[in-house]
C-alpha cells in the first residue's frame, strides 16, 4: 500500500480542481476562523463543507488526515490538559468541553488545508498570494515614499525587495 503524504496534490479533474486559487485560500482562512470562533454552530457548518470540498476534490478520509497524527497526539496533550483541574485533580466539564471544541477546529483546519494543497498546485497558490502581494504592497510603498522620510523610504525600498508570496507558497 502506498503510504500517504500529508498536503500532496492529487492531479483530478474537478470543478474545485479548477476553482481559483486565490478563493480556495481564502475559503481556508474563513473555515479555519469560523471552526475556532463560531462556536459549535461554526464548528459543524465548518466542518460540513470541508467533508462537501473533499468529496468534491475526490478525497478518502485517509487523504484529508494524512500526516496528521503529530497534530493529533498534541492537540490530545492539550485536551487532556484543559480536561482536567489540577487542584484538586478532577474532570473540568468546561475544560473538557472547550477542550473538544478545540480540538474539532484544529482537525477542521488540518483538513481544510489537506483539500487546498490536494486541489491547487504550489504554482497556483504562488501566483494567487503575488497578485495580493502586489495589491497590499503598492499602497503601503506608496505611502511610505509619500512620507519621504529617511526610515520610509529605506522600508519601502525593503518592502519592494521583500518577496513574501514565494516564502509562504514554499512553507
Known amino acids: ?15 474545485l480542481h479548477r476553482l481559483d486559487a486565490g478563493m480556495k485560500l481564502f475559503g481556508l482562512c ?9 462556536g459549535p454552530f461554526g464548528l459543524v457548518l465548518s466542518a460540513t463543507i470541508v467533508v ?17 497524527r503529530p497534530l493529533l497526539v ?24 472547550a477542550g473538544l471544541l ?3 477546529g484544529i482537525i477542521v483546519s488540518f483538513s481544510a488545508g489537506s ?6 498546485t504550489t504554482s497556483e497558490i504562488r501566483e494567487s498570494l503575488s497578485v495580493l ?12 515614499v509619500t512620507i519621504g522620510t529617511k526610515w520610509s523610504k529605506r522600508m519601502a525600498h525593503s518592502l519592494t525587495q521583500f518577496n513574501s508570496s ?5 512553507v
Not at 30 to 38: N, P
Open 102 to 104: 478545540f480540538a474539532m
Open 166 to 170: 514565494l516564502i509562504i507558497a514554499l
Open 74 to 97: 498534541t492537540t490530545g496533550i492539550v485536551l487532556l490538559a484543559r480536561a482536567f483541574s489540577w487542584t484538586p485533580v478532577a474532570l473540568d466539564a468546561k475544560g473538557l468541553y
Open 52 to 68: 462537501v470540498g473533499a468529496m468534491a476534490g475526490r478525497l478518502g478520509p485517509s487523504e484529508l488526515l494524512a500526516g496528521s
Open 1 to 15: 500500500m502506498a503510504r500517504l503524504i500529508a498536503y500532496a496534490y492529487k492531479p483530478v479533474k474537478t470543478p
Open 30 to 38: 474563513t473555515l479555519s476562523f469560523v471552526s475556532f470562533f463560531g
Open 133 to 144: 502581494e502586489k495589491r497590499i504592497k503598492l499602497p503601503v510603498t506608496g505611502l511610505l
Open 115 to 120: 483539500v487546498l494543497f490536494a486541489t491547487t
